[in-house]
């Protein structure tokens, strides 16, 4: 098996959209010999990130949660806040949610790198 690599540019791309699109290599979905349990994927480059775009009012109402792991500390940051701070964060969110959930998601999200 040979992995591939893609390089994406994210200037004036919905973020939905890259996500899937991404998602789609990452899995291998797009290869002749596909199958849900093997790790076929390509790597996956995306570049100018912090030029992305997120349609209708997401950018003030969409908010990000973690909890810290000690009691009443839950944490949330607003998609505007982080797309300032860390856009490739917010891609890597969207496409780790579009992957299946199991075993392979961690190994496949590592083929991913934003810059």
Known sequence: MKRETHTIDATDRVLG?????IAV?????????FASNK?????????????IKVTGKKAE???????TGY???????PLKKLL??????????AVFGMLPKNKLRAQQIKRLKAK
């Not at 290599?25 to 010999?33: A, M, P, S, V």
């Not at 109402?61 to 909890?67: G, L, N, S």
């Open 61 to 67: 109402q969409k908010i990000y949660y973690h909890h």
């Open 17 to 21: 959209r890259l996500a899937t699109e």
């Open 84 to 93: 300032e701070k860390n856009p490739a964060e917010i891609l890597r969110k």
């Open 39 to 51: 790790d076929i994927g390509d790597f996956v480059v995306v570049k100018n990130i912090n030029k």
């Open 25 to 33: 290599l990452l899995r291998g979905k797009n290869k002749i010999d």
């Open 71 to 77: 009691l009443g500390n839950l944490k949330k940051i």
